[in-house]
């Protein structure tokens, strides 16, 4: 009982990233956001249930490819002066 406010907060990132991706706005933070979660993701199916790592890798894959699809919007949080 006490994790559903977890699954509700995931489920509600996840959607509101997707929903960011599919109107191209805030494509940026939303990769920033979703990044743990698809971290998350192959790590569960890496340890517990690895018929679908697959699947997960996929995600993951996809969310190194849009960040560094957008390298150039991310060079300011790496910049030191």
């Not at 706005?25 to 990769?31: A, D, E, V």
């Amino acid at each position: 009982m006490a994790s559903t406010y977890l699954f509700l907060s995931v489920k509600s990132i996840e959607f509101l990233c997707g929903l960011s991706f599919i109107t191209g706005k805030f494509t940026t933070l939303s990769n920033l956001v979703i990044f743990p979660v698809t971290l998350n993701i192959v790590l569960i199916n890496y340890f517990l249930t690895a018929e679908n790592l697959p699947l997960a890798i996929f995600v993951f894959v996809s969310n190194l490819f849009l960040i560094f699809s957008h390298w150039e919007n991310y060079k300011g949080l790496f910049k030191m002066d």
